[in-house]
């Protein structure tokens, strides 16, 4: 089949490849344009990169509802593919192809629309995630689906590393499903309105710690915003990352006098943060503002007295 390809980040490459080695023809691949990086050096996005080593045509659009339908009709395609492209398609660009727009989706919808299902999965404390494809409709994530993979989300396994695994699924998933559509076999069902959930997009500053919530709760939480935007709070007025963290185990001797909860305390070569219900998070691997990244036992050696020292979130 001839297929338009549409996707911007990390994890829409292995789809491309994969479409690509099953045979199919990509007539064009539609990414977000070039923008300026680190001390504004202009770099390609991972698809336009895999994209070129592969000697495809690339397209790139601030708005592609607006700029692009008369380029990608031109092309003829049968269908097209988004991944983690980042644009919204309007009526005319779905209707465009006789087979419409497939989506490929990083979780089991109806659960987990928007734009960070991954992370979200992983600090909700899922054990379950997914790939789903679906046909895209004009709602967030609404759309109709053909074919669903699932996935054990690994017990300390952290968004970034999730992200990775997924992403090769969702390179197999929508190979599947372009065979089926090519053989006329697709079969789509609606999703169940009532059963859907909606997470809003990470932002910088989503990765902000809150110690009133339980040491399971914000373990899934450190390990949902590994590697980006990544967990933090504050230490002495300087950007404190935590991440990898682990909790308390009640077997695990400690000094069990009062600690507010934020505070520091020092267990036996252990460093941890008094949260909920007098529990406590052990830290693992922290980061400091301006240092680099370290075992929480490298990072004691380097500061005396943490014990009893407070933590905030701004």
Same mark, same amino acid.
């Given at each position: /089949?001839?297929?338009?390809?549409?996707? #911007?980040?990390?994890?829409? &490459?292995?789809?491309?490849?994969?479409?690509?080695?099953?045979?199919?023809? &990509?007539? @064009?691949?539609?990414?977000?344009?070039? $923008?300026?990086?680190?001390?504004?050096?202009?770099?390609?996005?991972?698809?336009?990169?895999?994209?070129?080593?592969?000697?495809?045509?690339?397209?790139?659009?601030?708005? +592609? $509802? +607006?700029?692009?339908?008369?380029?990608?009709?031109?092309?003829?395609?049968?269908? /097209?593919? #988004?991944?983690?492209?980042?644009?919204?398609?309007?009526?005319?660009?779905?209707?465009?192809?006789?087979? @419409?727009?497939?989506? &490929?989706?990083?979780?089991?919808?109806?659960?987990?629309?928007?734009?960070?299902?991954?992370? *979200?999965?992983?600090?909700?404390?899922?054990?379950? #995630?997914? %790939?789903? %494809?679906?046909? #895209?409709?004009?709602?967030?994530?609404?759309?109709?689906? !053909?074919?669903? $993979?699932? /996935?054990?989300?690994?017990?300390?396994?952290?968004?970034?590393? !999730?992200?990775?695994?997924?992403? +090769?699924?969702?390179?197999?998933?929508?190979?599947?499903?372009?065979?089926?559509?090519?053989?006329?076999?697709?079969?789509?069902?609606?999703?169940?309105?009532?059963?859907?959930? *909606?997470?809003? /997009?990470?932002?910088?500053?989503?990765?902000?710690?809150?110690?009133?919530?339980?040491?399971?709760?914000?373990?899934?939480?450190?390990?949902?915003?590994?590697? *980006?935007?990544?967990?933090?709070?504050?230490?002495?007025?300087?950007?404190?990352?935590? *991440?990898?963290?682990?909790?308390?185990?009640?077997?695990?001797?400690?000094? $069990?006098?009062?600690?507010?909860?934020?505070?520091?305390?020092?267990?036996?070569?252990?460093?941890?943060?008094?949260?909920?219900?007098?529990?406590?998070?052990?830290?693992?691997?922290?980061?400091?503002?301006?240092?680099?990244?370290?075992?929480?036992?490298?990072?004691?050696? @380097?500061?005396?007295?943490?014990?009893?020292?407070?933590?905030?979130?701004?």
């Amino acid at each position: /089949m001839k297929i338009i390809f549409m996707g #911007t980040p990390d994890f829409a &490459v292995p789809a491309l490849e994969s479409i690509v080695r099953a045979g199919n023809e &990509v007539v @064009g691949v539609v990414t977000q344009p070039d $923008r300026a990086r680190n001390r504004g050096v202009v770099s390609f996005c991972p698809v336009k990169q895999k994209a070129t080593e592969l000697g495809l045509r690339v397209f790139q659009y601030e708005k +592609v $509802r +607006v700029e692009g339908y008369e380029d990608l009709r031109a092309l003829n395609a049968d269908v /097209m593919v #988004t991944c983690a492209y980042g644009q919204i398609l309007d009526q005319k660009l779905l209707d465009m192809t006789p087979y @419409g727009v497939l989506n &490929v989706h990083a979780s089991l919808l109806p659960k987990y629309r928007g734009s960070s299902p991954i992370q *979200w999965a992983v600090i909700n404390g899922e054990k379950v #995630t997914g %790939i789903t %494809i679906m046909k #895209t409709a004009l709602g967030v994530d609404t759309g109709d689906i !053909l074919l669903q $993979r699932e /996935m054990e989300i690994l017990p300390e396994e952290t968004a970034g590393e !999730l992200f990775d695994r997924l992403a +090769v699924k969702g390179g197999e998933a929508i190979v599947e499903a372009l065979r089926l559509v090519e053989e006329g076999k697709a079969r789509f069902t609606p999703q169940n309105e009532d059963e859907a959930t *909606w997470y809003p /997009m990470f932002k910088k500053d989503s990765g902000k710690l809150d110690f009133s919530k339980s040491p399971e709760e914000l373990v899934n939480f450190i390990r949902g915003t590994n590697p *980006w935007p990544s967990a933090f709070c504050k230490l002495d007025g300087k950007i404190f990352k935590i *991440w990898k963290a682990r909790k308390l185990r009640e077997d695990e001797p400690c000094n $069990r006098r009062f600690y507010m909860q934020g505070e520091m305390a020092e267990f036996f070569g252990k460093l941890c943060i008094a949260c909920a219900n007098s529990q406590f998070l052990v830290l693992e691997e922290v980061q400091l503002e301006g240092g680099k990244r370290m075992s929480a036992q490298d990072f004691m050696r @380097g500061h005396s007295e943490l014990n009893g020292v407070q933590l905030t979130n701004e």
